[in-house]
C-alpha cells in the first residue's frame, strides 16, 4: 500500500521532512548562469534587514496574482526555448501538514498524470502546462512539492510565502519585462536556495544486479524479507518478498526509487504487539491474511488503534521512527534503464553499504595491509583491513602444513595479504598470505630420486606422513603402506610412531596436486656406501 493521505499513516523519513518544502541543501548540483527570484512583493516594502513589511498576504489568491505567477514562469520558460520540463526530487508532506491553507485530498495533483499519483515520481516528464499545474499546487501549499527542471538548462523552484526562483541559461530579458507588466517583482540573485545540492563523496549504493543478487542472498538466508520502496518523500510502499516475488517486485519499482532492505515480518503477532513501548512514535508494518501490506505511524494515543488495526495480521513487525534506534539492513537508488542513477536524493548509508563502497575498491591480485583481529576455532583468521573484516583460510596461510593459524599468526599482528577474491553479495574478501611468499614445492624437484632421512609426522590409515625438510611446518610426503618396509603386510605401520625418524626415496613431486610421494622400501633396499 502507498501512503498518499493525511492520515496517520507516515513513514519514518517524513520525520526529518515534516514541511512538505525542501530546505536548502549544501554544495550546489548544478549552477545556471541566470536566477530570478519572482514574487508579489514591492522591493520598497522591506526594512533595513531585508524582512517584508507590505500589505500583501503570504498566501495565493487563487486569482489573478496566482495566474500572473504562471504567466511569468511560461514567459521564461518560453525565452529559453522550453515546452516540458522534468519533476525532480517530489515531495509530500507526512507528520503533520505545516502549510498556511487547508490540505487538498491528492496534494493537487488530481488530473495532472494519466497514471494517477504514480505518475509523480522524479524524472517524470511533463508539458509546460502540466508543469504549471503543478506550480499552481505549489502555490497554494496544497502539499505536493517538487523541483521542476530541464538540466542544464532551466529550472523552476517555488519557495515559502509566494517566492518562485526561476533559473536559465539565458538572461530572459522579455520574461523580465512580461513579469514586471504582470504586476510581479523579478530580482536578478547569485543562486536560488532551493537548488538541489549533494556531496560527491557520499555513499550511494544504485539498485543494479549486484543489488538484487544480494537480496536474493539475503532473502534466501532468512536475513531479510521486506524491501521499503519511496518513490515520493513522505510516500512509502511495502513490499514482503520471497524468493518467488523478487523478480516481480523489481520489475514493479517506480523510477529513481529509494530502497530500504528490512528483517522479515513476524507471524508471532501477539509478542510483535507486546513490544509497542511505553510511549513515542512507532511504525507498524503488517501483512493482511489477502497478502496486502498495510502500515501507520502512530503515538502512544494511538497504541490501541494500531494494535487492533495489527491483530488480524498474518505476520507484522514494530519499526522506530527514530533514525538512531532502528536502520534497514542495507539500501539503493533504482537506476534508469541504462544502469546509471540519476536521482539525486540519497538514502542514509548503513554499515552494509558501507562495505559495499569499500569492496568497490578493492581488486583481486591486490596487496593489502592488514591487523589480525581473532583466530576462529573452525581455523579462520580474521584480519581487518581499513575497518573492514576478510578472512583468510589455513591452507592460504603457509605453503607448508600447518594444525592451527596460530602457529603462524596471532591477534593484533600485522600483516600484508594478496585479494584472492571478493564477494559482494555475501560482503566477503578472502585474502592469501602465502601468495607472498615462495612455493618451496618446486624447490624440491631436484630431490626426486634421492633417499633422505625425515621425521614421521602422522599415522594415517593409508600411510605414513614424513617430513623431508628440515625446519618446523615443513613440507610432508607420503609413503603408502604398500612402500613402506619389513613387518607384516597386514600391519605395515607396526612399530612406527610419531617423531621417529625414517629413511625415505622421493619418488614424485606433483606441484599442481600438492603431493610428495615417497618409499621407505626403496629407500631401504638401495645399497649403502
Not at 487563487?62 to 529559453?80: I, M, P, S
Not at 513579469?179 to 523579478?186: D, E, K, M, Q, S
Not at 564477494?423 to 624447490?443: F, G, H, I, T, Y
Request: charged share 25%; glycine share 8%; with cysteine.
Amino acid at each position: 500500500m502507498t501512503k498518499f493521505s493525511h492520515s496517520s499513516v507516515l513513514s519514518r523519513m517524513d520525520i526529518c521532512w515534516q514541511g512538505g518544502m525542501s530546505a536548502p541543501d549544501d554544495g550546489a548540483v548544478q549552477q545556471l548562469p541566470y536566477v530570478y527570484r519572482v514574487t508579489k512583493y514591492d522591493p520598497s516594502d522591506r526594512d533595513e534587514h531585508g524582512h517584508y513589511i507590505g500589505s500583501e498576504d503570504t498566501v495565493s489568491d487563487h486569482g489573478e496574482v496566482e495566474a500572473a505567477y504562471l504567466q511569468a514562469v511560461a514567459a521564461f520558460a518560453k525565452d529559453t526555448g522550453l515546452g516540458h520540463l522534468a519533476v525532480r526530487e517530489p515531495q509530500v508532506p507526512s507528520l503533520a501538514h505545516f502549510g498556511v491553507e487547508p490540505p487538498v485530498d491528492g496534494f493537487g495533483l488530481d488530473g495532472l498524470f494519466p497514471t494517477g499519483p504514480t505518475g509523480f515520481h522524479d524524472g517524470a516528464q511533463v508539458s509546460l502546462d502540466v508543469a504549471l499545474e503543478l506550480l499552481r499546487a505549489m502555490l497554494r501549499d496544497n502539499g505536493a512539492w517538487c523541483r521542476l527542471e530541464e538540466e542544464g538548462m532551466f529550472a523552476v523552484h517555488v519557495g515559502w510565502d509566494q517566492c518562485v526562483y526561476i533559473s536559465s541559461v539565458q538572461p530572459c530579458e522579455q520574461a523580465w519585462a512580461r513579469t514586471r507588466a504582470l504586476g510581479l517583482f523579478p530580482e536578478r540573485l547569485d543562486s536560488s536556495p532551493y537548488e538541489m545540492e549533494t556531496d560527491g563523496d557520499e555513499i550511494q549504493r544504485p539498485g543494479d544486479d549486484d543489488f538484487w543478487a544480494g537480496l536474493r542472498w539475503a532473502v534466501a538466508a532468512c536475513r531479510a524479507g521486506l524491501l521499503e520502496e519511496t518513490a515520493v518523500e513522505g510516500a512509502s510502499t511495502w513490499h514482503r518478498l520471497t524468493l518467488d516475488s523478487i523478480d516481480t517486485v523489481r520489475a514493479g519499482l517506480a523510477p529513481r526509487a529509494r530502497l530500504a532492505v528490512w528483517p522479515d515480518l513476524s507471524s508471532d503477532i501477539d509478542a510483535v504487539l507486546r513490544a509497542l513501548p511505553s510511549e513515542g512514535l512507532v511504525e507498524g508494518v503488517w501483512q493482511d491474511s489477502d497478502g496486502r501490506m498495510h502500515n501507520a505511524i502512530a503515538d502512544q494515543d494511538a497504541f490501541p488503534e494500531l494494535a487492533a488495526r495489527m491483530s488480524g495480521a498474518v505476520a507484522a513487525a514494530l519499526l522506530s521512527v527514530y533514525a538512531d534506534e532502528c536502520a534497514p539492513l542495507f539500501t539503493a537508488v533504482m537506476p534508469d534503464s541504462d544502469g546509471v542513477v540519476r536521482a539525486r536524493w540519497r538514502t542514509e548509508p548503513t554499515p552494509s553499504d558501507r562495505n559495499w563502497a569499500f569492496l568497490k575498491t578493492l581488486r583481486r591480485g591486490e596487496i593489502v595491509t592488514g591487523t589480525v583481529t581473532h583466530i576462529a576455532s573452525v581455523g579462520v583468521t580474521f584480519v581487518d583491513i581499513g575497518g573492514f573484516e576478510a578472512i583468510i583460510n589455513i591452507p592460504e596461510l603457509s605453503w607448508r602444513h600447518i594444525e592451527y593459524p596460530s602457529d603462524l599468526v596471532s591477534v593484533g599482528q600485522e600483516v600484508n595479504a594478496e585479494i584472492l577474491d571478493i564477494d559482494p553479495v555475501r560482503e566477503r574478501v578472502s585474502l592469501s598470505l602465502k601468495a607472498l611468499q615462495e612455493d618451496p614445492m618446486p624447490l624440491l624437484i631436484g630431490q626426486i630420486g634421492h633417499t633422505i632421512t625425515g621425521r614421521v609426522t602422522r599415522l594415517v590409515p593409508f600411510g605414513v606422513f614424513v617430513r623431508i625438510e628440515e625446519m618446523e611446518n615443513g613440507l610432508e610426503g607420503l609413503v603408502h603402506n604398500s612402500e613402506l618396509a619389513g613387518g607384516n603386510p597386514d600391519t605395515p605401520q607396526l612399530g612406527i610412531q610419531v617423531g621417529d625418524t625414517l629413511l625415505v626415496k622421493v619418488l614424485d613431486i606433483d606441484i599442481a596436486r600438492r603431493r610428495i610421494t615417497l618409499s621407505h622400501s626403496q629407500a631401504a633396499s638401495e645399497p649403502r656406501p
